[in-house]
């Protein structure tokens, strides 16, 4: 069964642009999270979707947006990109009922400059 | 809302010692308690997780303890190897925060041959 698949691997941006990274989940899961990695912060959620729907929202101003197709594949979108922006984005897949595992794909490296 | 301290943040064993990480959490809702490993350039990947209605849980060399009165969970890892060396995460979820784990700052383990 192929893992979660993330794109691109490595990103790199300019301050004020946006960007779209993609997420396609182990199939037949339905539920897609997002996090944020950097070395202050840790791991931080962004959202999750599941059929289609936003369930959760952290705490992250309003230019980082995602959504959900009905395939199950997420993309995420930041915009007016600013330098403390720079992270891996992480996405996870799992069933989506209850509390059930999250396996992550390897992530999108985004580097603000 | 939760919150997870995990500690030590790092961790030096020779090889074949055991090592333990342990975590905290804050909300009493919460009922899933998964741990991570995380290699370079590598999304973190599941090694184990346990649920609130048990309080223990093996799978070879890799246990998970929880003692839900003290909002306590560790991770026991025996017979280390060099491979073992990763940077290790604790999380917890549960009730409604559908999708959201919750992380642990993370623990680097360094096991010399």
């Known amino acids: 069964k192929a893992g979660v698949t993330q794109t691109p691997r490595y990103l790199i941006k300019t301050r004020g642009q946006q960007v779209t990274l993609s997420c396609s989940p182990i199939?037949?899961?339905?539920?897609v999270s997002w996090y944020q990695q950097t070395p202050g912060q840790g791991l931080q959620f962004l959202f999750e979707y599941f059929s289609e729907t936003q369930r959760n929202k952290g705490n992250f101003p309003g230019r980082f947006s995602g959504r959900q197709f009905s395939n199950s594949r997420s993309e995420m979108n930041v915009s007016t990109l600013e330098l403390g922006d720079s992270a891996l984005y992480l996405c996870?897949?799992?069933?989506?009922?209850?509390?059930?595992?999250?396996?992550f794909g390897d992530g999108t490296r985004l580097s603000i400059l | 809302g939760e919150n997870v301290e995990q500690h030590p943040s790092t961790l030096s064993v020779q090889e074949g010692d055991s090592a333990v990480i342990k975590c905290t959490y804050s909300d009493s809702a919460s009922n899933y308690f998964p741990w991570y490993k995380q290699e370079l350039g590598k999304g973190p990947q599941l090694i184990i997780d346990i649920r609130s209605n048990v309080g223990e849980k093996k799978d070879q060399r890799i246990a998970v303890t929880l003692n839900k009165t003290a909002k306590h969970f560790s991770l026991h890892i025996t017979e280390t190897q060099p491979e073992d060396s990763a940077v290790y995460f604790c999380a917890a979820s549960g009730g409604t925060s559908y999708g959201k784990l919750t992380f642990g700052q993370g623990t680097i383990l360094t096991v010399h041959p």
């Open positions: 199939s037949g899961h339905r539920s």
């Open positions: 996870a897949s799992s069933a989506g009922t209850g509390s059930q595992p999250q396996h």
